[in-house]
């Protein structure tokens, strides 16, 4: 979708004209009846327990951002603090590559692994691969890397995947919308759907209505928030055809007073809220999610004067513009880092799961 189309369909899901989403609520009722011939047409292909390591899918019921992505990299960095060898499978949303699997490198371009496999690459060091068949991507992560647990991110959906567990992340504060599936509310599949799943990570401070509405379904409910970590500048100086990036610590206040924040983002409102919380005066841009920028949208923003700010996940694709466009070298744009603290019910959930699997040395 348009970042118009993406705008629309957050005010007819969750704005207070919501209730219009019951308009197309017959259109909604053909979505689900198809979703679950989809269902259970992957979950006859399924082939029970394949992998010799747990497959833990961390997924949401919900379009849009939830902050999933966050919740990954966080569950890689303290995995790997507990000696715990972790990989990551990905469709690779935003996309496209001409052979799959495909082994994410952290110097890759995100325009053919995807956004979101790029910046967990890059910011865990953790082996990821990508493929619209994320049983192929197990296989290859299996078979080639020395891995005791791998993190599917996003995958609720795609029953073809063995699973040994489910995280379902939930925005706190978007909850389930106007309640209604795809095209008339904003849910992949039914919020009953969260009854079947071993634990719901709600994403920031949750409205009353939102923890109701899950106590029908579970008694798992985990709270988290992604919080901001620091800045980083990014910059090609003058001279060289190299990006530099520098981290700045959020107490000395890099920027102050009025930014332009761009963001290619499923839910780039929490991004500007961030954003004017820690006290930025913040004119927004948005853009479709997993938007692929060229150095005409760089140079458009640049024109306003004002300080350039966006998200980690949208400056995994800024490198190639930066260092490729004259018209931009030693032009800073900086990036506000988020992480999510993985609540440590959470980790007891996983690391339970997760066993030194004599099997792995046969599976190569």
């Given at each position: 979708m348009s970042s118009s189309q993406e705008t629309f369909a957050n005010t007819l899901w969750y704005g207070k004209y919501r209730w219009l989403g019951w308009l197309l609520s017959p259109l909604s009722l053909v979505f689900w009846f198809l979703s679950g011939l989809r269902r259970?047409?992957?979950?006859?292909?399924?082939?029970?327990?394949?992998?010799?390591?747990?497959?833990?899918?961390?997924?949401?019921?919900?379009?849009?951002?939830?902050?999933?992505?966050?919740?990954?990299?966080?569950?890689?960095q303290q995995l790997k603090e507990k000696g715990i060898n972790?990989?990551?499978?990905?469709?690779?949303?935003?996309?496209?590559?001409?052979?799959?699997?495909?082994?994410?490198?952290?110097?890759?371009?995100?325009?053919?692994?995807?956004?979101?496999?790029?910046?967990?690459?890059?910011?865990?060091?953790?082996?990821?691969?990508?493929?619209?068949?994320?049983?192929?991507?197990?296989?290859?992560?299996?078979?080639?890397?020395?891995?005791?647990?791998?993190?599917?991110?996003?995958?609720?959906?795609?029953?073809?995947?063995w699973r040994d567990k489910e995280i379902a992340v939930i925005d706190g504060r978007r909850g389930f919308g106007n309640g209604l599936v795809l095209p008339g509310g904003p849910l992949r599949e039914t919020s009953s759907r969260l009854a079947s799943v071993d634990a719901v990570v709600v994403n920031g401070e949750p409205a009353s209505d939102v923890l109701k509405h899950l106590a029908s379904y579970t008694n798992r409910v985990m709270l988290s928030r992604v919080q901001p970590i620091q800045w980083r500048k990014l910059e090609c100086p003058h001279g060289q055809n190299t990006l530099k990036q520098i981290a700045v610590t959020l107490d000395d206040n890099p920027l102050q007073g009025r930014v332009l924040a761009f963001a290619g983002i499923g839910n780039p409102g929490r991004f500007y809220s961030t954003l004017r919380r820690i006290g930025l005066s913040v004119d927004e841009k948005s853009f479709a999610d997993h938007y692929h920028y060229c150095a005409s949208d760089i140079l458009t923003m640049a024109e306003l004067g004002l300080p350039l700010v966006t998200t980690a996940k949208d400056a995994v694709k800024l490198a190639p513009i930066l260092e490729s466009t004259q018209e931009l070298i030693g032009l800073p744009i900086w990036v506000l880092d988020v992480g999510m603290k993985v609540p440590d019910n959470l980790l007891d959930v996983i690391v339970g799961n997760v066993e030194k699997d004599e099997q792995k040395s046969n599976y190569k």
């Open positions: 259970r047409r992957q979950q006859a292909k399924q082939v029970a327990s394949p992998f010799p390591v747990p497959v833990i899918v961390i997924g949401n019921i919900s379009v849009g951002g939830v902050g999933k992505t966050p919740l990954i990299i966080s569950l890689c972790v990989g990551v499978v990905s469709r690779g949303h935003g996309g496209h590559s001409h052979r799959y699997p495909l082994r994410v490198s952290t110097t890759d371009n995100a325009s053919e692994t995807g956004d979101e496999p790029l910046l967990i690459a890059q910011l865990t060091a953790c082996p990821v691969v990508v493929d619209p068949d994320r049983t192929a991507a197990v296989d290859l992560l299996v078979s080639q890397f020395d891995v005791d647990i791998v993190l599917s991110d996003d995958g609720m959906q795609h029953y073809r995947l």
